[in-house]
C-alpha cells in the first residue's frame, strides 16, 4: 500500500480538504489554554499519556479535575521521573494522548514516525490532542531546537493521512485579563488585516478513525 505521506500531492489533497472545513483561520475558535481542549474528554477513569511531558505538571491539574485519573507521562529526558522514556517501550492503550509543543522539534520524518506510534497507543475512538506553535503569530517558530513548522491545515491534513479524523482545531491564546479584551473585541480586525495573529499556537483534536 502507498504511503501518502511520501506524495506531496497526496498530502495537498488532505490539507485543502481541511481547508475546506475551516476556510477562515480568523474564524477558528480561541481557547485560553490546552487544558481546556482536554477537558471535555476527560472522565474519572481515563487513561491519559503526556509525551514530552517535562515536569509532569500536567497530572496536577488534571488529577484536580477528576483523582481517578490513570495519568502516565513519557519524555526522553531523564532528568525528571517518567513512567516511560521512549514510546517504544509502551505496551498499553489509552484513551487520550497529550502531545504538546512536541512535534516542531522533530524532523518531518521523524514526526511522522511518532505520530504512527501514537496511533497505535490510542484506544478505539481514543484522541491525541496536539499543540504546536502558530505560524501567524510573527515569532512564535523561531526557536533553535524547531525544525518544523506546520500551519494548522499542514497539519490537520498530515494527521488525516495517517488514518486520523480531525475533530477540532482551536487557536490558544491567554493573557492579562485587559490585554486580553482589547486584543479580542478591539484589536482583532487589525490583526486579520495584517495577517499576524496574537495567539501563540494552534492546537488539534484527532480521532483514531
Same mark, same amino acid.
Given at each position: 500500500?502507498?504511503? %501518502?505521506?511520501?506524495? +506531496?500531492? *497526496? ?7 481541511? #481547508? ?5 483561520? +480568523? ?10 481542549? %482536554?477537558? /471535555? ?8 499519556? !503526556?509525551? *514530552? ?13 477528576? /483523582? $481517578?485519573?490513570?495519568?502516565? @507521562?513519557? !519524555?526522553?529526558? #531523564? @532528568? ?8 517504544? !517501550? %509502551?505496551?498499553?492503550?489509552? !484513551? ?10 522533530? &524532523?518531518?520524518?521523524? *514526526? =511522522? ?9 490510542? @484506544? @478505539?475512538? $481514543? #484522541?491525541?490532542?496536539?499543540?504546536? /506553535? ?7 517558530? +523561531? ?5 518544523? &513548522? ?6 490537520? *491534513? ?13 487557536? =490558544? ?28 499556537? =494552534? ?7
Amino acid at each position: 500500500m502507498e504511503d %501518502i505521506t511520501k506524495s +506531496w500531492y *497526496g498530502l495537498y489533497g488532505f490539507r485543502k480538504k481541511i #481547508r475546506r472545513r475551516f476556510p477562515d483561520f +480568523w474564524r477558528i475558535r480561541i481557547l485560553k489554554k490546552p487544558f481546556y481542549v %482536554i477537558k /471535555p474528554y476527560l472522565r474519572k477513569d481515563t487513561r491519559v499519556l !503526556d509525551v *514530552g511531558s517535562g515536569n509532569r505538571r500536567l497530572e496536577t491539574e488534571l488529577k484536580g479535575l477528576y /483523582p $481517578g485519573i490513570q495519568y502516565k @507521562s513519557m !519524555d526522553i529526558d #531523564r @532528568s525528571n521521573f517518567h513512567d516511560y522514556y521512549s514510546l517504544n !517501550d %509502551i505496551k498499553e492503550e489509552f !484513551d487520550v494522548i497529550l502531545l504538546f509543543e512536541v512535534i516542531e522539534h522533530l &524532523s518531518f520524518d521523524e *514526526g =511522522i514516525t511518532m505520530l504512527k506510534k501514537i496511533k497505535g497507543l490510542l @484506544s @478505539s475512538g $481514543g #484522541r491525541l490532542v496536539l499543540t504546536t /506553535p502558530n505560524l501567524y503569530h510573527p515569532n512564535r517558530y +523561531w526557536e533553535y531546537s524547531h525544525q518544523v &513548522s506546520y500551519r494548522y491545515d499542514e497539519m490537520g *491534513g498530515l494527521l488525516e493521512a495517517l488514518g486520523y479524523r480531525i475533530e477540532h482545531i482551536y487557536r =490558544i491564546y491567554n493573557d492579562a485579563v485587559l490585554q486580553r479584551f482589547v486584543r479580542l473585541y478591539f484589536m482583532a480586525p487589525l490583526h486579520h488585516y495584517f495577517n499576524i495573529d496574537f495567539a501563540r499556537s =494552534i492546537a488539534l483534536v484527532a480521532v483514531k478513525a
